[in-house]
T-cell receptor, first 110, second 112 residues
Framework: AQRVTQPEKLLSVFKGAPVELKCNYSYSGSPELFWYVQYSRQRLQLLLRHISRESIKGFTADLNKGETSFHLKKPFAQEEDSAMYYC????????????FGAGTRLFVKA | DVKVTQSSRYLVKRTGEKVFLECVQDMDHENMFWYRQDPGLGLRLIYF???????EKGDIPEGYSVSREKKERFSLILESASTNQTSMYLC???????????FGPGTRLLVL
């Protein structure tokens, strides 16, 4: 079964500390993976996607097919990074369903 | 800039009422989606549509129906609202294929 697991509901770090939000997936094929972010009182929006291999707002994510993981990392957390983060998977087989994880709330303390 | 709008930010309804949630996108996207967002459960897909008059069930379609008569508009209908349908409802749209989804601001529905 296709599944996305974000093991941490809440992650709290100090400003300037490294941060890693974990995402593990279960899928037999080769999926497309995304990180979406929802800041307070804003709509859910794309942060980055695997295929673009970009760094957005200092965040990067590497697809590890062996470990079936797509962890989100940032070397130095900022207070404005505090938000809800969702990892998502879309099968690359022409289907339209995207499967979201339960989300991790990141709190960056001053 | 993609714009996805939802008809209401907050709604309060009574058990048994019929509820309509509307979503409009202005970017000519083929795909449109309705999700529920609940704490600890993430986003769960209710229904999606990949073309006008086409619809597919998501993971939790029970108690809901949808309508897509025009490409830009996707409506979610709760035929007889129940308290367990109290939730945040998010609409999203995307172009054809495996593409980024663009979300509306959400409708927080409270069923009493």
């Amino acid at each position: 079964a296709q599944r996305v697991t974000q093991p941490e509901k809440l992650l709290s770090v100090f400003k300037g500390a490294p941060v890693e939000l974990k995402c593990n997936y279960s899928y037999s094929g080769s999926p497309e993976l995304f990180w979406y972010v929802q800041y307070s009182r804003q709509r859910l929006q794309l942060l980055l996607r695997h295929i673009s291999r970009e760094s957005i707002k200092g965040f990067t994510a590497d697809l590890n097919k062996g470990e079936t993981s797509f962890h989100l990392k940032k070397p130095f957390a900022q207070e404005e990074d505090s938000a809800m983060y969702y990892c998502a998977l879309s099968p690359n087989t022409g289907g339209f369903k995207t499967i979201f994880g339960a989300g991790t709330r990141l709190f960056v303390k001053a | 800039d993609v714009k996805v709008t939802q008809s209401s930010r907050y709604l309060v309804k009574r058990t048994g009422e019929k509820v309509f949630l509307e979503c409009v996108q202005d970017m000519d996207h083929e795909n449109m989606f309705w999700y529920r967002q609940d704490p600890g459960l993430g986003l769960r897909l209710i229904y999606f549509s990949y073309d006008v008059k086409m619809k597919e069930k998501g993971d939790i379609p029970e108690g809901y129906s949808v309508s897509r008569e025009k490409k830009e508009r996707f409506s979610l209908i709760l035929e007889s609202a129940s308290t367990n349908q109290t939730s945040m409802y998010l609409c999203a749209s995307s172009t054809r294929g495996v593409e980024t989804q663009y979300f509306g601001p959400g409708t927080r529905l409270l069923v009493l």
